[in-house]
């Protein structure tokens, strides 16, 4: 075959002049497939919606429909540092007033002011259960206050440094929320326990808790969710180290103790407990 054959093949193949053909097929050819799948595109978008629509029905705006239960909440601290290690040097006022710091913007929406303005006192040692009317949301739930008094020596009200300077500092745990979570049975309160690990054991000294005993009180439980509880306030409990061993790496975990959490998995080194790495130093 030619190549001008060739050439006149696959022009006709493209736009045949005299069948009025394009690409092979006529012009109600190529409508007929067009309006095919057009209709079939329409009718898998529809499906798409109408799916969509449904699954949205089951869904509560407030929580989840479905939720996993954690065994274990996770445990964070304020300040963390760089890779939970907090070190500074008690002469070098700019290597720890950036944890100073962290914690004044931490702590700021636990003052007394904005406690009372936006949460209510409760009655401690006991759940606060807001449950609903059958199909009437009890919404927006209210929430207790936790004033950054209770954290007393902790709180940074009296002492701006948060012991940093003095080579006593304040570390604040919070544990994390679980939605429908009660962390306690029989009246009995989850407490936090920090301790050296056990190469550091001599080292760790005397230990603070505040609020008395580190307890997280039943009366911040259970929590209800972001959109339910718009002015929540996540209790804390904060430890001040009052004389450890100074100029050296001290390894500190600290746990949550609780009758009706269970233990963290050794695989999951935040479930119900938190490790960080301390070092004061004092010379220059």
């Given at each position: 075959?030619?190549?001008?054959?060739?050439?006149?093949?696959?022009?006709?193949?493209?736009w045949?002049s005299?069948?009025r053909?394009?690409?092979?097929r006529?012009?109600?050819?190529?409508?007929?497939?067009?309006?095919?799948?057009?209709?079939?595109?329409?009718?898998?978008?529809g499906?798409?919606c109408?799916?969509?629509?449904?699954?949205?029905?089951t869904?509560?705006?407030?929580k989840?429909?479905?939720?996993?239960?954690?065994?274990?909440?996770?445990?964070?601290?304020?300040?963390?540092?760089?890779a939970?290690?907090?070190?500074?040097?008690?002469?070098?006022?700019e290597?720890?007033?950036m944890?100073?710091?962290?914690?004044?913007?931490?702590l700021?929406?636990?003052?007394?002011?904005?406690?009372?303005?936006?949460?209510?006192?409760?009655t401690?040692?006991?759940?606060?259960?807001q449950?609903?009317?059958?199909d009437?949301?009890?919404?927006?739930?209210?929430?207790?206050?936790?004033?950054?008094?209770?954290?007393?020596?902790?709180?940074?009200?009296d002492?701006?440094?948060?012991?940093y300077?003095?080579g006593?500092p304040?570390i604040i745990?919070?544990?994390?929320?679980?939605?429908g979570?009660?962390?306690g049975?029989?009246?009995?309160?989850?407490?936090?326990?920090?301790?050296?690990?056990?190469?550091?054991?001599?080292?760790?000294?005397?230990v603070?808790?505040?609020?008395?005993?580190?307890?997280?009180?039943?009366?911040?439980?259970?929590?209800?969710?972001?959109?339910?509880?718009?002015?929540?306030?996540?209790?804390?409990?904060?430890?001040k180290?009052?004389?450890?061993?100074?100029?050296?790496?001290?390894?500190?975990?600290?746990?949550?103790?609780?009758?009706?959490?269970?233990?963290?998995?050794?695989?999951?080194?935040?479930?119900?407990?938190?490790?960080?790495?301390?070092?004061?130093?004092?010379?220059?």
């Amino acid at each position: 075959m030619s190549k001008d054959a060739e050439k006149s093949t696959w022009k006709d193949f493209i736009w045949n002049s005299r069948t009025r053909e394009f690409c092979g097929r006529t012009g109600s050819s190529w409508g007929l497939i067009l309006l095919f799948y057009l209709v079939f595109y329409i009718f898998l978008a529809g499906m798409f919606c109408l799916t969509m629509y449904v699954m949205l029905q089951t869904l509560d705006d407030h929580k989840p429909t479905w939720q996993d239960r954690l065994g274990t909440p996770g445990m964070m601290i304020r300040p963390r540092g760089e890779a939970m290690e907090i070190i500074y040097n008690t002469h070098n006022t700019e290597s720890w007033d950036m944890y100073a710091k962290t914690l004044d913007n931490f702590l700021s929406p636990y003052n007394n002011s904005l406690q009372a303005e936006k949460n209510e006192e409760c009655t401690p040692d006991q759940y606060f259960v807001q449950a609903d009317s059958g199909d009437v949301k009890n919404n927006p739930k209210r929430s207790c206050q936790f004033n950054r008094t209770f954290l007393e020596e902790c709180s940074g009200l009296d002492d701006h440094t948060y012991g940093y300077q003095a080579g006593k500092p304040c570390i604040i745990i919070k544990l994390n929320r679980v939605i429908g979570m009660l962390p306690g049975k029989d009246g009995q309160a989850p407490f936090v326990t920090c301790g050296a690990k056990k190469e550091d054991s001599d080292k760790i000294g005397e230990v603070a808790y505040y609020p008395e005993n580190g307890t997280f009180n039943l009366m911040y439980y259970p929590y209800y969710g972001k959109k339910a509880q718009v002015n929540y306030s996540q209790p804390l409990v904060a430890i001040k180290f009052l004389n450890m061993t100074l100029n050296e790496d001290i390894n500190i975990e600290c746990r949550i103790i609780s009758n009706n959490i269970p233990p963290g998995s050794e695989r999951d080194k935040f479930a119900g407990k938190v490790s960080f790495k301390l070092r004061i130093n004092t010379k220059n």
